[in-house]
């Protein structure tokens, strides 16, 4: 009886996350076909009143609310024409939606992630110039301006751009072993942050979230596997390890705090120098990190 009870549930998890999954791509096709038409009022139905919208690598770049929305939008047509927009992935639990718009006249690409609201809205969106200024190039390399913040931590370089539903990350520690990130640490180590662990070895990139629910030091791979990490790149150069990845800011992750635009933020970064295996660290340091908003 347990087991076809587990089983039950087992099942029930899939369908609904399947449902999810349906849903968020119809929601996002309409959003879709009003970008390809150029409608403001259609794309503005899509969007919750209360939605927060940012455009990096435009010339108008920034945070957007309300009216302002629409008039961003409407700046937009004005520059560009969308040939095509299409879904690139569904992240069902963070009821995230990932695309990509082909832009007319050799315009270039739009990366746009989408999140959503139980009854379909939109309550939050970035619009990504690919290659526009100040767009980071997740290639495993840290460009001079590709992002707005820089810190150095324990000899690491960490670097961060976000919006209103990513945050893009640089980080960068002497060695060729393990480099590790937590974010939105609430006790001792590593507790309470989402962790991204990562390290760069013969076969590619080696990249994984981490449960930091756990007690300290102990290191639990998280249950949802990697499916927070929408884009990642790693590289060993001149005894440096550098890693970029891209997270979601609102994980819908009931045992994680939602990380706010214009709010910051205790982490930690820790590497180890010549392994990568997990273990005890080389440095580790602990810094704020401050996540631009609207008022910024």
Same mark, same amino acid.
């Given at each position: 009886m347990r087991l076809r009870s587990a089983l039950v549930?087992?099942?029930?998890?899939?369908?609904?996350?399947?449902? $999810?999954?349906?849903?968020?791509?119809?929601? $996002?096709?309409?959003?879709?076909?009003a970008l390809v038409q150029a409608d403001v009022e259609g794309l503005m139905a899509t969007v919750d009143p209360q939605a927060l919208v940012a455009f990096w690598g435009t010339p108008w770049a920034g945070f957007f609310v309300g009216?302002?929305? $629409?008039? $961003?939008?409407?700046?937009?047509?004005?520059?560009?024409?969308?040939?095509?927009?299409?879904t690139t992935r569904v992240h069902a639990e963070a009821s995230l939606v990932v695309g990509e718009a082909v832009l007319g006249e050799g315009a270039g690409l739009l990366r746009i992630y989408l999140q959503f609201a139980e009854d379909g809205k939109i309550v939050a969106a970035d619009y990504?110039?690919?290659?526009?200024?100040?767009?980071?190039?997740v290639d495993g390399a840290i460009g001079e301006g590709e992002y707005a913040r820089q810190v150095e931590v324990a000899g690491a370089k960490i670097a961060w751009r976000n919006g209103a539903v990513v945050l893009f990350v640089g980080l960068s520690a002497p060695g060729t072993g393990w480099v590790a990130l937590g974010l939105d640490r609430t006790?001792?180590?590593?507790?309470?942050?989402?962790?991204?662990?990562?390290?760069?070895?013969?076969?590619?990139?080696?990249?994984?979230?981490?449960?930091?629910?756990?007690?300290?030091?102990?290191?639990?791979?998280?249950?949802?596997?990697?499916?927070?990490?929408?884009?990642?790149?790693?590289?060993?150069?001149?005894?440096?390890?550098?890693?970029?990845?891209?997270?979601?800011?609102?994980?819908?992750?009931?045992?994680?705090?939602?990380?706010?635009?214009?709010?910051?933020?205790?982490?930690?970064?820790?590497?180890?120098?010549?392994?990568k295996e997990l273990r005890k660290h080389t440095d580790i340091g602990v810094f704020w990190i401050e996540l631009a908003g609207p008022t910024q």
């Open positions: 549930l087992l099942l029930a998890g899939f369908f609904g996350l399947a449902q $999810a999954s349906g849903d968020l791509g119809s929601w $996002a096709e309409a959003h879709w076909e009216e302002g929305i $629409a008039q $961003a939008f409407s700046r937009f047509f004005e520059e560009y024409q969308v040939e095509e927009a299409v990504v110039l690919v290659g526009g200024e100040g767009v980071p190039l006790g001792i180590l590593h507790q309470g942050s989402h962790i991204v662990i990562a390290a760069v070895t013969p076969e590619g990139l080696w990249i994984k979230q981490y449960d930091g629910r756990h007690p300290a030091p102990f290191y639990v791979p998280s249950a949802r596997e990697n499916r927070d990490i929408l884009d990642a790149a790693g590289a060993v150069h001149d005894g440096w390890t550098t890693v970029e990845f891209v997270i979601p800011l609102d994980r819908r992750d009931q045992g994680y705090r939602p990380l706010l635009p214009g709010q910051a933020y205790e982490a930690l970064v820790a590497y180890h120098r010549t392994s």
